[in-house]
């Protein structure tokens, strides 16, 4: 837990951020700006809450993965659809610098909430809208989550083996980076209501963040009218780049995008010969004969256990990485070192829990998780009553219970 001296000088604890976001990309995004100290409070639907908190796998019925992307905010109860919940919005955005929502385009103006009319009480106001497709657009009310958002941008088709289905990724990638890419745009358009003195919204739809993130694809179209294709694990642009199996039966991922890199990599797997080969004498080369390139790679790793190939590449500094499952991340030294996983005590569930830590260090002002995602509207008497002044008739007849113990 961070120290009061600690909270007071986090890098962003002059941030007041109100989340009335659900799922993943928003909620992200208000997660990496509570790690650098930003006051975070997530607005839930009284008795359900955010819909993360059914996601995937949970302990003794409490979801997990809401404990990491929730993380030190705070939770109150709102119906939204209701003229308590509005009128509670409103009262907040006075002091509010930021707000993050994902509602599908129209919504949050059709209850009276949306950026013009919060705009009007709080100039200096900023609002992330996250949407599948965008505010604008023929398909801006379409729903849209990031695994639509996968396909539409392109990233599933160009993802698999070659001559098999389309494949999507393991995770959230499309929610996570727009995540990413939310918390970012927030810090600009805070950076511009310094130099302004005004507020405004930020129109991000997911499909854009993965297009932006997938690569060359579509520069490489316009000139050159190439459709990218699947190729597995390798890349059209450098070579090699693939998985290859030890004889442990572990695996590994190279890159040696740069020449020195293959000039080592070669010298880690005893194959020399490879750097006389007019078929690999450079890049460009060796995407044009993978084939041959990877047959050579995976029969030389093929002659080491895993062991001793990571010793070996870690004395010749080669571009040579095992493929960890999460058992392995949690036994790796470096892991440890760097503190890249951390406990943090969960009242709810009266235990630690390890997650993922802060993303990033700052010298001055480092990131730190506070707490881990709050029970459902345990910050609803410190807020709607001791901040707005509501009294308790009027919370219990908007259907806001008060009993959530302070975790």
Same mark, same amino acid.
């Given at each position: 837990?961070?120290?009061?001296?600690?909270?007071?000088?986090?890098?962003?604890?002059?941030? %007041?951020?109100?989340d009335?976001?659900?799922? @993943?990309a928003?909620?992200?995004c208000?997660?990496?700006?509570?790690?650098?100290?930003?006051?975070?409070?997530?607005?839930?639907?009284?008795? $359900?809450?955010d819909e993360?908190?059914?996601?995937g796998?949970?302990?003794?019925g409490?979801?997990l993965?809401?404990?990491?992307?929730?993380?030190? %905010?705070?939770?109150?109860?709102?119906?939204?659809?209701?003229?308590?919940?509005?009128?509670?919005v409103?009262?907040?955005? %006075?002091?509010?610098?930021?707000?993050?929502?994902?509602?599908? &385009?129209?919504?949050?103006e059709k209850?009276? !909430?949306?950026?013009?009319?919060l705009?009007?009480?709080?100039p200096?106001? !900023?609002?992330?809208?996250?949407?599948?497709?965008? +505010?604008?657009g023929?398909y801006?009310?379409?729903?849209?989550?990031? &695994?639509?958002?996968?396909a539409?941008a392109g990233?599933?088709?160009?993802?698999?083996q070659p001559?098999?289905?389309?494949m999507?990724?393991?995770?959230?990638?499309?929610?996570?980076?727009?995540?990413?890419?939310?918390a970012?745009l927030t810090?600009?358009?805070?950076?511009?209501?310094?130099?302004?003195?005004v507020? /405004?919204?930020?129109?991000?739809?997911?499909?854009e963040?993965?297009?932006t993130m997938?690569g060359?694809?579509?520069?490489?179209?316009?000139q050159?009218?190439?459709v990218?294709?699947r190729?597995?694990s390798? @890349?059209?642009?450098?070579?090699?780049r693939? $998985?290859?199996?030890t004889?442990?039966?572990q695996?590994?991922t190279?890159?040696?995008?740069a020449?020195?890199?293959?000039?080592t990599?070669?010298?880690?797997?005893?194959?020399?010969?490879?750097?006389?080969d007019?078929?690999?004498?450079?890049?460009r080369?060796?995407?044009?004969n993978?084939?041959a390139?990877d047959?050579?790679? /995976?029969?030389?790793?093929?002659?080491?256990?895993?062991?001793? @190939?990571l %010793?070996?590449?870690?004395?010749c500094?080669a571009?040579?990485?095992p493929?960890?499952s999460?058992?392995q991340i949690?036994a790796d030294?470096h892991i /440890?070192e760097r503190?890249?996983?951390?406990?943090?005590f969960d009242?709810?569930l009266?235990?630690m829990?390890?997650?993922q830590?802060v993303?990033?260090?700052?010298s +001055?002002t480092p990131?730190?998780?506070?707490?881990?995602?709050?029970? $459902?509207?345990?910050?609803n008497?410190?807020?709607?009553i001791?901040? @707005?002044g509501?009294?308790?008739?009027?919370?219990?007849?908007?259907?806001i219970?008060?009993d959530?113990?302070?975790?």
């Amino acid at each position: 837990m961070t120290n009061d001296n600690a909270q007071r000088t986090a890098a962003l604890s002059n941030l %007041k951020v109100l989340d009335l976001s659900n799922f @993943l990309a928003a909620p992200m995004c208000g997660m990496l700006l509570a790690d650098f100290g930003a006051d975070v409070l997530k607005v839930e639907l009284p008795g $359900i809450g955010d819909e993360m908190r059914n996601w995937g796998s949970n302990r003794d019925g409490v979801g997990l993965y809401h404990k990491v992307i929730n993380r030190g %905010k705070k939770s109150v109860t709102l119906d939204l659809r209701t003229p308590f919940g509005v009128e509670v919005v409103k009262r907040l955005v %006075k002091e509010y610098d930021v707000v993050l929502e994902n509602y599908r &385009t129209g919504t949050l103006e059709k209850w009276g !909430i949306g950026y013009e009319q919060l705009n009007e009480i709080n100039p200096r106001l !900023i609002m992330l809208r996250i949407t599948g497709f965008g +505010q604008t657009g023929p398909y801006a009310k379409r729903p849209g989550f990031g &695994t639509l958002a996968e396909a539409y941008a392109g990233y599933a088709y160009i993802s698999g083996q070659p001559g098999e289905d389309p494949m999507l990724p393991g995770f959230g990638l499309a929610d996570s980076s727009t995540g990413l890419m939310g918390a970012y745009l927030t810090m600009v358009a805070i950076n511009e209501r310094h130099r302004s003195g005004v507020g /405004q919204y930020i129109d991000l739809a997911i499909y854009e963040s993965m297009m932006t993130m997938i690569g060359p694809f579509i520069i490489n179209y316009d000139q050159l009218g190439k459709v990218q294709e699947r190729s597995g694990s390798r @890349l059209p642009f450098t070579a090699p780049r693939n $998985i290859y199996k030890t004889c442990d039966n572990q695996f590994i991922t190279i890159g040696g995008s740069a020449q020195s890199a293959f000039i080592t990599i070669c010298k880690v797997l005893n194959m020399p010969e490879l750097l006389e080969d007019p078929r690999f004498l450079n890049n460009r080369l060796r995407i044009k004969n993978i084939d041959a390139l990877d047959f050579e790679i /995976q029969k030389c790793v093929a002659q080491f256990d895993l062991e001793g @190939l990571l %010793k070996k590449s870690d004395e010749c500094n080669a571009t040579i990485s095992p493929i960890n499952s999460v058992a392995q991340i949690f036994a790796d030294k470096h892991i /440890q070192e760097r503190g890249n996983i951390v406990s943090i005590f969960d009242g709810e569930l009266n235990d630690m829990l390890r997650m993922q830590n802060v993303v990033g260090r700052l010298s +001055q002002t480092p990131g730190e998780i506070r707490t881990t995602g709050p029970s $459902i509207g345990n910050g609803n008497r410190e807020i709607l009553i001791e901040k @707005l002044g509501f009294s308790e008739q009027e919370i219990w007849q908007a259907g806001i219970t008060l009993d959530h113990s302070n975790v």
